[in-house]
């Protein structure tokens, strides 16, 4: 259903594009220095991250190095859902 | 977010990041129909599985991912099933953990099930390297970070209020009661029947989720639920009213609603109200939400409770059948009629997305509804010490439930933000506030809801610095936002009107039918009269998954 889709599908992607786009191997520590808001500090267990990451890593290898502009675009929204 | 460089991909992406998902729900599948006997049960295990609405909702339109540690839980399941050594579906249990943290409910069955100092040493052994080897590197580096999320806005955003208390304590009881009942069980009895691990399985998740929590939350039950409905009518009735409950209940915001086809027409379908905007206007008290999730409890208890008593020995409350011997030809035809529902649904409301056929009903939709799913291409402004920049935004019903600055990155200075409603000439202050964000993240002001009398608002940014100059991340001012002005207050030059841009701010409005609340008749009848075109396509679309559901059953009786 590539038509529908959840702002947590973004979630689940948009940290573990880091592992191949900018090779950051700790996504906690990442975002505990990267957000003013704390509260909203958090992912899944580290193998989501690396599953998702490495499989990030062929969806960019065919999408284009664009990709991690839009993924780093939406690592900026977070704390700004409704 | 669509119209950022690289959004031209958008559909690819979610495909192929969905297609992750049917992996593991390939290999999920694979596991879990290997372990059933006959060709019947394959078949209505296939049908239960392909005809699910809450895997198809949790796991493709919504895209959420417990699927993945589902399917390593399954492969512990398969493993069991064909003579693997418990210490290997402790291994693969322990292995869904570091993905999502539910799946520790069952990390004791493996142990309690091995028989001998041996086996069950090796259990502890399989069990724990999973675990200590992917946590451990991450608790030093990044101490207990790797455990926030269990404490942050995202975990207790879930559940609050939409129960009565004395339910959750009740489910809390349930469940501690039944997981007692489970381990005890698995400790002493000397039953080597493999399905047994799958029963426990089956009764920890029924457990887990008898409270119900979000819908998506469901694909970690449905999987297993389906070896159990197989030979089950009565159980295949208690889901389906479950199922029809959960989205009744728990189906809450706009994202997971129609916001969920936000990638077709992020504007238009982020502009729908939730299911629970519209339910709780018509019942603000929330009692419809409260009943139907004390009667989800009241069903998954009682399966729960059955499940323990055939754990038991006992007879089950329900009369079950054997499917596995019967010659109904039952072919499953719904999976057909999902696409074309889905397809003609889609095609309606794109069609009324057209901005000639839905202009007439704008007001009633809520405007602008979500700021991330729309972010046009940004410009930035040097703001010169001194300076202010000043929005106007035009609203359709003045009914303001939320504004606010977002610029995604800190602004390297400090500011004064003013947002101001205008009556009569008259400023009617809403937000004042001198902020310095520099180096602290992304910049945002909220105002909480308001009546504007006139329908227009006014965002004022001025820099306060002494002697810097701020670059402010301005966007484009798209089509839909033409009304909106944006003008520079300069201190020698005066006003000056900036063409084509806007300030990055996000607004979200309440609908016309949620004003003028009276009775709850009146309101009902004032909202249909209002929503006469909304309530057309939603009849349309929910008469036809009901004619739907009734067929199917009478398909199920026929069988």
Known sequence: MPFTAHTDLFFNFAYPSLLWGEGVMDPYLFMDEYYSRKDYIGFYGPLAYFIAGMWSGLVQWIVGSEYQIWMHEIIDTVGFFN | ?559
């Open chain 2, 1 to 559: 977010m669509f119209t950022l460089p690289g959004s031209d991909e958008k559909f690819l992406v979610i495909f192929l990041w969905k297609l992750l998902y049917l992996i593991f729900e390939g290999i999920a599948f694979f596991c879990l129909v290997s372990t059933l006997s006959s060709e019947r049960e394959k078949e209505w295990f296939a049908a239960f599985w392909a005809t699910s609405i809450i895997l198809l909702y949790g796991i493709y339109w919504f895209g959420q991912s417990g699927v993945i540690c589902i399917a390593f839980i399954c492969i512990g399941l398969y493993l069991n099933h064909h003579g693997g050594a418990k210490k290997w579906v402790g291994f693969f249990f322990a292995l869904a953990v570091p993905f999502k943290l539910f799946p520790l409910l069952l990390l004791p069955f493996p142990f309690l099930m091995a028989r001998g100092i041996r086996e069950k040493s090796e259990v502890v052994i399989f069990t724990l390297v999973p675990l200590l080897g992917i946590y451990v590197p991450f608790v030093a580096h990044s101490n207990n970070l790797v455990f926030a999320i269990i404490n942050s806005g995202f975990a207790t955003d879930q559940v609050g209020g939409i129960t009565w208390n004395w339910v959750l304590i009740l489910g809390k009881l349930a469940q501690v009661a039944g997981y007692f009942a489970l381990c005890w069980h698995a400790s002493s009895s000397r039953d080597e029947n493999p399905k047994i691990l799958m029963r426990y399985v089956f009764i920890a998740f029924l457990l887990l989720l008898c409270t119900p929590r979000k819908i998506h939350y469901f694909v970690w039950l449905a999987p297993f639920s389906f070896l159990f409905l197989i030979n089950n009518k009565p159980y295949r009735r208690i889901f389906s009213v479950i199922v029809v409950l959960l989205f009744f209940a728990v189906l809450s915001t706009k994202q997971t609603f129609f916001g969920l086809l936000a990638p077709l027409n992020s504007d238009f379908f982020m502009s729908f109200p939730g299911w629970m905007d519209i339910t709780y206007r018509l019942i603000p008290s929330g009692n419809h939400v409260k009943f139907a999730v004390l009667i989800v409890f009241i069903l998954m208890a009682l399966t729960s409770v059955d499940q323990i008593f055939i754990l038991y020995g006992k007879n089950s409350i329900f009369k079950s059948e054997n499917i596995g011997n019967s010659k109904n030809p039952w072919r499953p035809k719904v999976p057909l009629w999902f696409p074309v529902m889905i397809i003609s649904g889609v095609a309606g409301l794109l069609v009324f997305s057209l901005p000639q056929v839905y202009e007439p009903a704008k007001p009633y939709l809520f405007i602008r509804g979500d700021s991330q799913w729309y972010r046009p291409s940004k410009k930035d402004f040097d703001l010169l010490p001194g300076e202010a920049l000043e929005q106007k935004a035009f609203l359709r019903t003045g009914e303001l439930r939320r504004v606010g600055l977002n610029f995604l990155k800190p602004l390297k200075g400090p500011v004064k933000i003013e947002i101001y409603g205008e009556n009569g000439g008259t400023k009617i202050p809403l937000y004042e506030k001198e902020l310095n964000q520099e180096g602290k993240g992304p910049l945002m002001a909220v105002v909480t809801p308001r009546d504007i009398e006139n329908k227009i608002l006014f965002i004022k940014l001025t820099n306060t610095s002494l002697n810097e100059k701020l670059a402010i991340p301005l966007r484009t001012r798209s089509l839909r936002q033409k009304e909106n002005s944006l003008a520079l207050y300069s201190v020698d030059q005066g006003k000056t009107d900036l063409e084509e841009a806007v300030l990055p701010f996000f607004l979200i409005e309440n609908p016309l039918f949620t004003q003028n609340r009276s009775t709850p008749a009146h309101e009902i009848l004032n909202s249909a009269r209002q929503e006469w075109g909304f309530m057309a396509v939603w009849l349309l679309l929910t008469t036809a998954c009901f004619l739907n559901v009734l067929r199917n059953r009478k398909l199920c009786e026929e069988t």
